[in-house]
């Protein structure tokens, strides 16, 4: 047990000596994401989503809704019914909901009419981007209709809904893409290295068993996916206001980085197996890695993706891992909500694990 | 470590057989190793030596024959012979990132030896790397990474040491320094087998030398007796004013033994009595009128046991390391007259 222990300290060691490791594990994660969220997480660069409902029928009604429409800054849907625009606006396809009630337009004489406008106040810059930008165009409007007065203004209520900005979808993906990439190309380096050098057979010759130097190293390295998960999320929290939602949400994380690094540690396990150095473990590796970070819904949704391409999708062990911390971290939900995930990730773990007992060879 | 058994031999082989399909890697080994002693294997690349050390070593399962180390059979259970036992695997086995005297600490703790900063500095010390305690292994020359990897066979005070062809590679200075590495572990009282393919190191290191070829054990003695079994042999090279036919030097006597060799320009003699054979070839040239220049008599080695024993070259498939460090050169085959 204490020579498991003596491993595990010169494990650390050698991962904290190595800048690189170190670079791949913290820097880079934490690097892209914030490109990616400055990018494209600022308000206006992706339009914000504005359900209008006409109760007033009219052409007044339908002019104004055709000028909404042609604001750059908005995308704008028109939908019949209040209540089913205020339920997807919690839901958070949304960002707000603006009514033009019944009798829009008339007794404008004696004073503004009220539009109700619902947004979604999850998140605050885009809450005040789309209010601004909606505020602006009733006014003009009704200044075109009455030309010397106001003639609507807003009814805002705030509207605690699930709508997430980008980065808050970004957050959760990039975790999960650290824990691959920890999993796949550390484990698989690192062990197709200690086999070309013969540090393996090394090993095997002295009296220890082999499963102490190997699941030193795997709690090493599951650690190190859990520490670069706490750095990914803090700087999501302090410096992109990302919302985590939920009591218990970070044991739910942890869980979920634990269960999902067993899968990509054992995916890495098999790409040192079946490997035979460690150029073909990192061509491997960026084989198996590459199109499963892309197609993932790591750093866009794949809703919007062709139809072809789903079943690809739902094969790739990255998608239930993103989508289980996306819906623990943002959406609030429990490891029950998202048990069909863990289950998924849990069944590829298992698979990965064998295909590495049975091929895994130690020189 | 205090050993189980009081016997002698710290090693006993029988019958050690281990096939590859249908190669026979190593076709029924046997030989003792005494307390004490350089056991030397020597052999060509591919002559089963490794092969054979690993099994032995509790690495890789023979398919036939008994091997019992110090009074404990490997098989079928290696580990508690793992235990006592050091290893040095031809490939260096190094950890990155990790300091001399960590990966010392580590090995260690891999035999449930777990030693103090100052003792493995001190177990650095016994293989000339005292003063590299605090570097990193790929800071290391081709022989410093070889010492590292000797004191790591060392870690767990083992009562015999493995060392498989450790000093592969290296430029002759380095090997001397090396070879001045193992005597010392060995007058310390550790038991030593090496395996190599230089007859020059097995002549100068090793009390007893097994000859290893095709996966066979075909003499093994005392470097001086395999030696002194050839008799009064030596190898005479020369060249000449005027080209001789090998015909005619073949059958001089003396001469077991002779071919063109491009490197000395001339010929070499493989001389079954050096004496006569010198006689002889002064006579020819006398009676020819021709001159012999570069004379060169060179008493016989391991080299010479090795082409007797066997019929073919020790150093064939070298790299010519070999072949410098031992002061002979590479050779083609002439003729060969059957011996007498």
Redesign the interface.
Same mark, same amino acid.
């Given at each position: 047990m204490? #020579?498991f222990w003596?491993?595990i300290w010169?494990d650390v060691?050698? #991962?904290a000596?190595?800048k690189q490791a170190l670079f791949w594990s913290f820097f880079f994660p934490v690097l892209l994401m914030g490109l990616l969220g400055i990018v494209f997480g600022q308000e206006g660069s992706f339009a914000a989503r504005l359900a209008v409902v006409d109760e007033a029928g009219g052409p007044l009604a339908a002019t104004m809704t055709g000028v909404f429409k042609q604001v750059p800054a908005l995308k704008v849907t028109s939908v019949g019914d209040r209540q089913a625009a205020l339920d997807d606006l919690k839901n958070g396809d949304y960002a707000a909901v603006l009514v033009l009630p019944a009798g829009l337009g008339e007794g404008a004489d004696e004073g503004s009419t009220a539009l109700p406008f619902y947004y979604d106040n999850s998140s605050p810059v885009q809450a005040a981007t789309v209010t601004g930008v909606v505020q602006q165009v009733v006014q003009e409007f009704g200044f075109r209709v009455s030309g010397t007065r106001p003639t609507f203004r807003l009814a805002a209520q705030p509207v605690a809904a699930q709508g997430f900005d980008y980065i808050d979808f970004l957050v959760p993906g990039v975790i999960a893409m650290a824990i691959m990439t920890n999993g796949i190309y550390a484990v698989s380096g690192t062990f197709v290295?200690y086999r070309q050098?013969?540090?393996l057979?090394?090993?095997?010759?002295?009296?220890?068993p082999p499963g102490s130097f190997v699941s030193a190293y795997v709690l090493v390295n599951l650690v190190r996916s859990l520490m670069t998960a706490a750095l990914v999320l803090a700087v999501g929290i302090l410096i992109f206001n990302v919302n985590v939602t939920g009591p218990g949400v970070l044991a739910r994380t942890v869980v979920l980085a634990l269960i999902g690094s067993g899968t990509f540690v054992s995916l890495g396990f098999f790409v040192a197996a079946v490997a035979k150095n460690i150029e073909v473990a990192a061509a491997l590796g960026q084989v198996i890695g590459t199109p499963m970070m892309f197609l993932s819904g790591i750093f866009f949704p794949m809703d919007n993706a062709p139809r072809w391409i789903q079943p690809v999708v739902n094969a790739m062990p990255l998608k239930y891992l993103a989508d289980a911390l996306r819906g623990v971290i943002i959406s609030g939900q429990t490891l029950w909500t998202v048990r069909w995930d863990v289950v998924v990730l849990v069944v590829f773990g298992t698979a990965f694990l064998g295909l590495s007992v049975r091929f895994f060879r130690w020189e | 470590m205090v050993s189980v058994s009081g016997s002698a031999d710290v090693i006993g082989v029988r019958g050690l057989t281990k096939r590859y399909g249908e190669l026979v890697a190593v076709a029924g080994v046997s030989f003792t190793v005494a307390r004490g002693e350089v056991f030397g294997i020597l052999g060509p690349n591919g002559a089963g030596k490794t092969t054979t050390l690993e099994m032995i070593?509790?690495?890789r399962k023979p398919d036939d024959g008994t091997i019992v180390v110090d009074g404990l059979p490997v098989w079928p259970r290696p580990?508690?012979v793992?235990?006592r036992i050091g290893?040095q695997?031809?490939?260096?086995?190094?950890?990155?990132?990790?300091k001399l005297h960590?990966i010392v600490?580590?090995?260690g703790?891999?035999?449930?030896v777990?030693r103090s900063k100052r003792d493995r500095i001190a177990l650095l010390e016994r293989v000339g790397l005292a003063d590299k305690a605090d570097a990193y292994a790929d800071q290391l020359s081709g022989g410093q990474a070889q010492g590292l990897s000797i004191a790591?066979a060392l870690v767990n005070d083992p009562v015999v040491t493995f060392l498989d062809e450790p000093t592969t590679g290296l430029d002759p200075r380095a090997r001397r320094a090396l070879w001045d590495v193992i005597r010392e572990i060995n007058r310390d009282g550790t038991t030593v087998v090496i395996t190599t393919h230089y007859m020059e190191e097995a002549e100068r290191l090793c009390d007893r030398v097994a000859v290893m070829d095709l996966g066979r054990i075909v003499a093994l003695d005392t470097p001086r007796a395999l030696i002194n079994q050839l008799g009064a042999t030596a190898t005479i090279s020369f060249g000449t004013s005027e080209p001789l036919p090998l015909e005619t030097l073949c059958g001089l006597d003396g001469v077991h033994d002779c071919r063109e060799e491009d490197d000395v320009d001339g010929y070499v003699i493989v001389a079954a009595d050096a004496q006569r054979a010198v006689l002889s070839l002064m006579a020819l040239a006398g009676e020819r009128d021709l001159r012999v220049r570069n004379l060169d008599v060179r008493g016989a080695n391991l080299e010479d046991v090795f082409l007797t024993t066997t019929g073919h070259r020790l150093s064939v498939d070298d790299d010519g390391a070999a072949a410098a460090a031992a002061g002979t050169s590479r050779r083609r085959f002439g003729r060969r007259k059957v011996a007498p």
């Open positions: 204490r #020579t003596d491993f010169a060691k050698m #991962t000596r190595n290295t050098k013969g540090v057979r090394r090993l095997r010759a002295t009296p220890l | 070593e509790g690495l580990k508690v793992k235990g290893v695997l031809q490939a260096t086995a190094l950890f990155d990132y990790q960590e600490y580590v090995f703790s891999c035999y449930g777990r790591l």
